[in-house]
């Protein structure tokens, strides 16, 4: 039987299915930025945030089934949980890679993307505790947004790098790979904050 939940319950989940995303975020930094044969132990840590995640995310799911009336249309409350879940996966993802692809000393541009990616995943987390605080919660959608218009620069930097003759062509393979995930993920990042918005904006 459905039941009626306070509004802050939902609030809290949402909170919840936020936390794992900044460690997500400094391991694969983490990754990136050590020897090769240092990251097997890296997966395993991100592939335990990965599952905690995916944990967070049934249960999310099953407390909004379960609710009667939530604070926001349901549809859109899956929708987000999905797209954060995404989120993590695909950092996930790319530190598996990573793995497979035994790269060293990789670019600069690829250690600054990853400081990128930490800032909008801490400004991520702050961005859903203050849904019902639209002024604050606007800065932080601003700061994002600048951050990932920043690292789609890089993105296009790295890629013309890459193209440039300078690299074995298989190492430039692996490299763009990298490089499209790390984009991907700053993109997915960024939808999500603005699904959040416009499930607030609905609401009001």
Known sequence: MKIKTRPDAIAQLMSGLAAGLPRATALFAEALAVDSKKRTEILIAINKVEQEADDRHAAFLTRVEDTFITPFDREDLLSIAELLD????????????????????????FLNCADDLNEMAELVTLAVELIKKPKKFRKHWD?????????????????????????????????KAVADTIEHTA?????????????????T
């Open 86 to 109: 995404d989120v993590i996966d695909a950092l996930d993802h790319t530190v598996d890679l990573l793995v497979r692809f035994e790269l060293d000393d990789l670019p600069k541009n």
């Open 143 to 175: 700061d994002i947004t600048a951050i990932e218009n920043r690292l789609d620069t890089r993105h296009n930097e790295i890629i013309a790098d890459l193209l440039s003759g300078d690299y074995e062509v298989f190492k430039a393979l692996k490299l």
């Open 187 to 203: 993109n997915m990042m960024d939808e999500f904050v603005r699904s959040i918005a416009r499930t607030a904006i609905k609401e």
